[in-house]
């Protein structure tokens, strides 16, 4: 029974480092997988699971950009270096948005938007925003990382803040906004991906401690083995996950990710209408 425990950790790994990347929303994945594969955990364990698991990917995301997010590599020139720094400052504006709407409404977020239709219906509305982006939107002004300003950047976090709600998807929620205000596809991904370290970083912790603080660190052996399968696996896939983003977006735009999002919303309807027997 534990080495089964340790496969469904596994699967939800794999679910995790694909779905957090691809602007195609981690929750709206995790509820259905949640209806197939059920972790035999207690439930605070399991919410704290779901969040941790994220450290995983955003592990990954540090590791592939590593030199290019530290401002103090020898490899840089002292004007890279500077333009590192700034970026950080950029991504640490665009954080604020998340940050204080997320503290002020996690509570009442989790209670009355943590539902199917809530995240169905965020699947299938930013489906077709993608799609109507996409169909309108023919020149990008800000074409590399060190043009976007910080009203742009500010901006793009309040994109992100929406994906407070769930089904929206971080990733979808910026990538859209960041295309929306002028961004190419790669500067509006990769954005997106370093604007996920503090927000991602800060949740894991806060969850983490949350359940210490109730539970204690007295962990047994297999809920230890869920917790480190699964964000390895999560980290492996997402590098995986983030490579094949960067280079699908070169030469393709994400109009597949929004008639994705549309048939995996209903999908989620048809089946909480029709078949939850709960």
Request: charged share 15%; aromatic share 14%; glycine share 8%.
């Amino acid at each position: 029974m534990k080495i089964i425990e340790i496969i469904k950790s596994i699967v939800i790994g794999i679910v995790q480092g694909i779905t957090e990347w691809l602007p195609i929303s981690s929750t709206g994945h995790m509820i259905l997988l949640d209806e197939f594969i059920k972790l035999n955990v207690t439930k605070s364990f399991l919410d704290m699971f779901l969040v941790v698991i994220q450290l995983g990917s955003i592990l990954a995301v540090i590791y592939l950009y590593f030199n290019k997010l530290n401002p103090f590599s020898s490899k840089k020139s002292e004007i890279q270096k500077k333009e590192t720094i700034s970026l950080w400052l950029k991504v640490i504006v665009g954080c604020i948005p998340a940050a204080i709407i997320g503290f002020l409404f996690d509570d009442f977020i989790h209670e009355k938007l943590y539902n199917p239709i809530t995240v169905a219906s965020m699947l299938i509305i930013y489906g077709i925003l993608f799609i109507i982006v996409e169909k309108t939107k023919k020149d990008y002004s800000i074409k590399t990382l060190n043009e976007l300003d910080y009203k742009t950047s500010l901006l793009i976090g309040l994109f992100q803040a929406l994906s407070l709600i769930p089904g929206t998807s971080r990733s979808g929620a910026t990538i859209v906004g960041a295309s929306i205000l002028g961004a190419a596809r790669d500067v509006s991904a990769e954005y997106s991906f370093f604007l996920a370290i503090p927000v991602m970083f800060g949740a894991s912790g806060f969850k983490f401690l949350k359940y210490i603080k109730a539970v204690g660190l007295d962990f047994s052996g297999i809920e230890l083995g869920i917790l480190i399968s699964g964000m390895v696996v999560a980290f492996l896939v997402s590098i995986m996950t983030i490579k094949f983003l960067m280079n699908y977006i070169k030469s393709h735009d994400f109009k597949i990710f929004g008639y994705y999002r549309i048939v995996l919303g209903l999908i989620v309807l048809i089946y909480f209408m029709f078949f939850d027997v709960r």
